[in-house]
């Protein structure tokens, strides 16, 4: 057996849980790696007898629509739902212009998380610009080692009322994450509504909207639309009142800027003043525990790496601070504090 199969054996029944009988949509495109991880998840599913089913749709950003097909099959239902694309599954018309009403009462901009999150009809992963390397390091792993490590994390971003992370390279912030849970991306998705990034390994938190003080210095990867990169210079981002006031450092920074603008006016041209404004909102503290993780100038991966924290600028993720933007980057070595309590001490875990 393959390294790759061997990771895609165990994205299928030790992450996902597959069943016979349980039908599988993997979702795909022909660029980069993708494809090939694609067909050893739908290979691997096939051998445990569930019912996998592959779509293949040209690539997308975060600026693109998905196909109407892709968006009618992920509105089915089914028991899995596996996003292996080489970027994003597009955003969806219907959602962003009408909305769907999820069984829990709430609206929903994406027929994607009306099935997860609204309706708890479906279990997934996603992994965008995944490539094979990746996934053969990071995805066989201790999953028990790393969940217990995540619980504790989430325990503490539970109970806690107010963050500060400052780094060597300059970071300084401190927001409010009173009445947030913390959540984990620990490769447990087994269960309806349940789902995350493949490889896993990250704790993380929205920030209480419009709380954030102080200034964030990026000095590991940033993520420009659609690559990302490690700035030669640290890019600079001020937060004052919950909202980004600048972004200075070089290229790099003027890059960050360009996007955080893109996705203002993709809300303008739509008339959403509220995501207008949250393209500049704190969306999230995540702590990266995957030990498999490197840093590759692939999101994905970056994010998960450990002795690292990442911020994201845009949207939240618990659906109160919408926008059209979620742009995650790095502070490598950070300290970090939940309520005077140190959890981080120059990137190590101390807790």
């Given amino acids: 057996m393959s390294k790759l199969s061997k990771a895609a054996e165990i994205a299928v029944h030790e992450v996902l849980g597959v069943r016979e009988g349980e039908e599988v949509i993997i979702i795909t495109n022909f660029e980069g790696d993708v494809l090939p991880i694609a067909r050893e998840l739908y290979e691997a599913s096939a051998k445990a007898k569930a019912k996998p089913v592959v779509m293949v ?15 009618d099959a992920v509105k089915s239902g089914p028991e899995v739902i ?23 009462g709430k609206k929903y901009d994406h ?95 929205s920030p209480k909207n419009q709380t954030a003080e102080g200034v964030i210095v990026f000095d590991g990867t940033i993520d420009l639309v659609p690559d990302a990169v490690i700035p030669k210079t640290p890019v600079k981002v001020v937060y004052k009142g919950g909202f980004v006031t600048e972004i200075t450092g070089g290229k790099e920074a003027d890059l960050l800027l360009e996007v955080v603008r893109k996705g203002e006016q993709m809300a303008r041209d739509v008339g959403k003043k509220e ?33 690292t924290v990442h911020f994201a600028i845009g949207a939240n993720l618990e659906n109160d601070a919408n926008a059209f933007i979620h742009q995650d980057c790095l502070v490598k070595a950070p300290d970090l504090w939940v309520d005077g309590k140190q959890v981080m001490r120059k990137g190590d875990i101390v807790i």
């Fill in 111 to 205: 027929a994607f998380d009306l099935v997860m999150d609204g309706d708890k009809r479906s279990r997934s992963f996603w992994s965008p610009g995944a490539t094979v390397d990746m996934f053969e390091r990071t995805v066989a792993i201790d999953y028990k080692a790393l969940r217990a490590l995540a619980a504790k994390l989430k325990a503490v971003l539970d109970d806690g009322s107010e963050v500060r992370v400052t780094s060597p390279g300059g970071t300084d912030l401190i927001f409010s994450i009173d009445g947030r849970k913390g959540k984990v991306d620990d490769g447990n998705f087994q269960l309806p509504g349940s789902g995350g990034n493949l490889p896993c390994g990250e704790a993380y938190v």
């Fill in 57 to 71: 749709q040209p690539r997308k950003t975060q600026y693109d629509f998905a196909e109407r097909l892709v968006l």
């Fill in 82 to 104: 596996i996003s292996m694309c080489a970027h994003k599954v597009g955003k969806d018309p219907y959602g962003m212009n009408i909305g769907y009403m999820g069984r829990d």
């Fill in 275 to 307: 995501e207008e404004r949250n393209a500049r909102a704190l969306g999230e503290l995540g702590i990266g525990i995957n030990p498999a993780a490197r840093m590759t100038c692939n999101m994905l991966e970056d994010e998960k790496v450990w002795r």
